[in-house]
């Protein structure tokens, strides 16, 4: 635990105009973003003494290292610095609301030629206007099912709407008149895009014109005796009134407003916001968050506000925000949603009539979400603290092992060996930190050597880090020997940048910052810089020998490591002829399996990978100056790699793009690769010719 006043800036140092604050641990890892007016009466609030300190705010700057800030011209400025770097650096000790679900939109894609009509999900894309969120995605598909009668968008994929185009043959609805197959020319693309539009519109409030429009002319066709034409309108009237009633009127002077109702206790608190348009709620929302910073509710409600409109601009923001409390700086909390939106932002608390009284239905639904979180998370954490603490008993270890690290090999006879590291915090899966090796130290299978190198290369990188930061001074050099007795196999080769190690892209998850360490001083992680307490392997009593003989190699005697089997679930320790049994209703066991399962699932999906890749190589592949364009370009005129191996010289520059220099290397490569085994049909045992039409390149 520091000392605050170990790292306190001198008065003087500090200045009085607004900024923004960060604190940082002693691993460079920003742990608190932080706003103020005045900086210097801020950050003396937090060097006072620690007994009338709020003991969130005293855990906060005692695991603290030092504090650093940045000067700005406004408050609207610091305000968009702090959600800027709340975002960046994902702090430990500032509030971060979570959603609880992905919640589904209603989008129409104007960006396209042909709009169309789909729900969507996650980040908004530029040119498409969305309308929601919406509790489910059924609620959507059933609105959009009434309206297609009056405003027949298309709502096909690119896939089916090219292949209606190239057939002449619209799909089922353009049949029904559920769409108005833009894809056969049944309507030109403005008239398409007006329909669009026209839905659009509707959606955004402005229903009276529509259903107006469509009595008149339903009398109309009824005096023109064209009675099936009526009935048609008078139906497509009653489905756009059936949408209307989906969504109640709350108010009734057609506003457009979000309302923001907060619940909490001492620990937790939750929000929810209701989002109304054309005096109709048109979506709602719910988060819930872990007070890790003594905060109040204005507090809570300006991180919402941050939250809700740090990404959005223009009609995304409403003309009225409605909170039960505002933020401290209420006026630059206005000026950014304004800028947001682009023109003036209304956020104030109700005080009477039908919003007050819509506030009332909001909050309700706050206080429900947040008792049904807690019902659902009192269970949770009791079970995983109950786990780390029996696992903590079996193994023998001081404290519970809050990190944990588990490792798994993975193969297939011996070829594309690889790796994978997935890291549990708290009981839970961490899965930006998850890392992929692949094994480079030798060739064929063995997984105790595999074990015992990727052992040594995440360990490795983690000791030249504290050597390069100064937080240890006994790290061996990254260029020098690795000390102790020697490994069973050869040693990998020391790795500055561990060439083989590969960070958990997306989707699985998110890139850590580079190999190079160029970016550790603004805070964000460093690969394998933060060291477990646990290191679990999947394996028995020889894995864990060498992943035990590793760390002992760099001299790491302050890590626990076990192994669990497939066999039995026997929990292997260092050392110790005979496994640790745990019960078969143990959570501690439990929770390693889940652990080991899924390091064993990330493992074999980055080996399935890895061989597909290899397994759709090329021949073509390997010849210089060769590129993707030319090598589909070549395929296309031959239509295989065999027609292409048969072809002369002179047939291969008859490919457009392709000269005879080029043209004599393909010969010449394809000449001295062995042809690919043949394609057999799996289901019949039939081998498949290539030259039938297939092209395995």
């Known amino acids: 635990m520091a000392d605050p006043s170990s790292y306190r800036p001198k008065p003087g140092q500090i200045p009085d105009s607004p900024g923004v604050y960060k604190f940082r641990d002693e691993h460079r890892r920003v742990i608190y973003v932080g706003k103020a007016k005045n900086l210097r009466q801020r950050l003396a609030n937090y060097f006072q003494d620690l007994a009338g300190l709020h003991p969130r705010t005293r855990t906060m700057v005692t695991t603290a290292a030092s504090v650093e800030w940045t000067v700005v011209s406004t408050e609207v400025e610091a305000l968009q610095l702090e959600y800027s770097w709340i975002k960046e650096f994902d702090p430990r000790f500032n509030v971060k609301y979570r959603d609880d679900k992905s919640y589904p939109y209603l989008a129409v894609t104007l960006n396209e030629e042909f709009p169309r009509v789909q729900v969507m999900r996650g980040a908004k894309k530029k040119g498409v206007r969305y309308f929601g969120p919406y509790g489910h995605a059924w609620a959507i598909r059933e609105t959009v099912d009434l309206m297609l009668r009056v405003f027949p968008v298309r709502t096909c994929s690119a896939g089916v709407f090219k292949n209606a185009e190239r057939t002449g043959r619209p799909c089922l609805l353009g049949y029904i008149g559920k769409c108005s197959a833009p894809c056969v020319g049944r309507v030109t693309p403005q008239e398409h895009r007006d329909l669009a539009e026209d839905f659009c519109d509707f ?37 756009l009134k059936r949408a209307m009633e989906k969504s109640a009127v709350v108010l009734a002077d057609a506003t457009d407003a979000d309302l923001i109702a907060v619940a909490e206790d001492e620990l937790e608190a939750a929000v929810q916001i209701f989002h109304v348009r054309g005096g109709r709620v048109r979506g709602q929302r719910g988060w819930v968050t872990d007070k890790v910073e003594a905060v109040d509710t204005a507090g809570l409600v300006e991180h919402a506000l941050q939250q809700l409109y740090g990404e959005e601009s223009g009609d995304s923001v409403p003309k009225e925000v409605l909170v039960p409390a ?366 039938d039409g297939g092209s395995r390149p």
């Open 203 to 239: 959606m955004a409030g402005r229903t009276g014109a529509y259903i107006r429009r469509l009595e008149k002319d339903m009398t109309r066709a009824a005096e023109e005796m064209e009675y099936e034409r009526a009935a048609r309108l008078r139906d497509d009237a009653e489905a």
């Open 326 to 691: 505002l933020p401290e700086d209420t006026e630059a909390v206005s000026q950014w949603l304004a800028g947001r939106r682009g023109s003036h932002v209304s956020l104030r608390i109700p005080q009477r009539g039908d919003k007050k009284d819509l506030m009332v239905t909001v909050q309700r639904n706050a206080q429900q979400a947040l008792g049904l979180h807690k019902t659902k998370r009192a269970s949770d954490l009791t079970t995983r603290s109950r786990a780390l603490e029996e696992i903590a008993e079996a193994l023998g270890l001081d404290t519970a092992p809050l990190r944990v690290e588990c490792f798994d090999i993975s193969h297939l006879q011996g070829d594309d060996v690889v790796a994978s590291m997935v890291v549990f915090e708290d009981g839970l899966a961490r899965k930006s930190e998850y890392r992929r090796f692949q094994i480079k130290g030798f060739e064929g299978q063995d997984d105790v050597r595999s074990m015992h190198e990727v052992i040594g290369r995440r360990f490795k990188r983690h000791l030249q880090e504290k050597e390069r930061t100064g937080e240890w001074e006994g790290a061996p050099a990254a260029s020098g020997p690795v000390p102790g007795p020697a490994a069973s196999g050869p040693a990998p080769a020391p790795e500055a940048a561990f060439p083989g190690s590969v960070p958990a892209g997306p989707p699985e998850a998110p890139q850590d910052a580079p190999q190079d360490g160029s970016r550790e001083e603004d805070g964000r992680p460093r690969r394998f810089a933060y060291p477990p307490q646990l290191v679990v392997v999947d394996g028995g009593q020889p894995q864990v020998a060498a992943a035990k003989r590793a760390l002992d190699e760099l001299g790491i005697d302050d890590i626990a490591v076990c192994g669990l089997a497939k066999r039995l679930e026997e929990v292997w320790l260092p050392d110790d002829d005979d496994p640790v049994v745990l019960p078969r209703s143990s959570e501690g066991l439990y929770l390693l399996q889940r652990i080991r399962d899924e390091a064993h699932r990330f493992a074999i999906t980055y080996q399935r990978a890895k061989r597909a890749k290899r397994i759709r190589s090329s021949p073509l592949d390997d010849i210089a100056g060769l590129g993707e364009t030319r090598k589909q370009a070549l395929i296309k005129h031959f239509g295989s790699v065999k027609r292409l191996r048969q072809a002369t010289i002179d047939e291969i520059c008859e490919v457009p793009g392709i000269g005879r220099r080029t043209a004599e290397s393909v010969a010449v490569a394809l000449a001295g690769a062995a042809p690919p085994a043949p394609a057999v049909n799996t289901a019949t045992g039939e081998i498949i010719e290539e030259d």
